[in-house]
């Protein structure tokens, strides 16, 4: 079965980085498009970026120049590098594996931007 698990999260000062990573089992992790996503406390879950199957990114604009996702298809794994941190980057982060109409969803990270 598809299963994606996230790690990385914690507590940052403004202005810190942090790296998320998401390793993918259970599937052909190479040929999917993965993204990030964040929900902060009473918000909607929000798209912050996405990576074809090849290479091709983008981000959400609040996080351009911020925040970069790369993919490891050896590793199974999709990262969220985050730098400059901000204090409404303070969410839960959870990656996505994009399989219309059967999306797969990680648990989810907490990321805490906090001095």
């Known amino acids: 079965q598809v299963q994606l698990m996230e790690s990385g999260g914690g507590l940052v000062q403004p202005g810190g980085s942090l790296t998320l990573s998401c390793v993918v089992s259970g599937t052909m992790f190479r040929i999917y498009t993965m993204g990030w996503y964040r929900q902060a406390p009473g918000a909607q879950r929000e798209l912050v970026a996405i990576i074809t199957s090849g290479g091709s990114t983008n981000c959400e604009d609040s996080v351009k120049g911020r925040f970069t996702i790369s993919r490891d298809n050896a590793k199974n794994t999709v990262y969220l590098q985050m730098n400059s941190l901000k204090r409404e980057d303070t969410a839960v982060y959870y990656c996505?594996?994009?399989?219309?109409?059967?999306?797969?969803w990680g648990q989810g990270t907490q990321v805490t931007v906090s001095s």
């Open positions: 996505k594996l994009y399989n219309y109409p059967r999306d797969y």
